[in-house]
């Protein structure tokens, strides 16, 4: 097998700013292919981590949260997730977010995975943690979520996300992971 190549066969040759908000970066660029023929490509940049939790009791139960989702014009069943500015721990990211939409306070947290979400167009990074340990207050959401929340077995979870009931990507990675990692 060849082994991949870790240069850029890519050159920009302009890169200009088409829209910039609090959270995203749409970048218009000239470029040169690989094959070194002109070409464009549209990268939108994230300015914060996607983050997401899975929070998980003693009986593997799990929250869920629904909300409607405008850019795919459809409600969602998500766990818990949100943004954490880059250079703030994500950890700290991940209690805010756990805290805010579904009122869960956990005192142990562990990594269960990173991924790109849609690396073709964004650079878009999400870490997803499990939360264990937990206490339970009131959920707070800002002001532009309007969210269900739902306490299930994480079996249940595993086969919503199965069956195609649950399509969004941290979602599915995160609940195939743990599912893999609980046996």
């Known amino acids: 097998m060849n082994e991949p190549q870790n240069t850029n066969p890519w050159k920009k040759l302009s890169d200009k700013i088409v829209y910039e908000n609090p959270w995203i970066v749409l970048h218009h660029e000239e470029v040169l292919n690989p094959l070194g023929k002109p070409g464009i490509y549209g990268l939108l940049h994230f300015k914060h981590l996607a983050i997401g939790i899975i929070p998980l009791d003693e009986h593997n139960n ?4 629904g909300q ?3 850019p795919l014009k459809q409600y969602s069943w998500e766990i818990p997730e949100g943004g954490g500015k880059i250079g703030i721990d994500p950890i700290e990211s991940g209690k805010r977010e756990l805290l805010e939409e579904c009122g869960i306070i956990a005192n142990d947290w562990q990594k269960l995975i990173e991924i790109h979400l849609s690396n073709s167009a964004t650079d878009e990074f999400a870490i997803i943690y ?3 340990d937990l206490s339970f207050t009131k959920a707070e959401p800002e002001e532009t979520e309007e969210l269900k ?10 086969q919503m996300v199965m069956s195609g009931q649950i399509t969004d990507a941290m979602t599915v990675a995160a609940v195939l992971k743990l599912k893999i990692l609980l046996g």
């Not at 799990?62 to 949260?65: A, L, M």
């Not at 929340?149 to 595993?158: A, D, S, V």
């Open 68 to 70: 409607y989702r405008y």
């Open 149 to 158: 929340i739902r306490k299930i077995p994480f079996e249940e979870l595993f």
């Open 130 to 132: 499990v939360a264990r």
């Open 62 to 65: 799990t929250w869920i949260v």
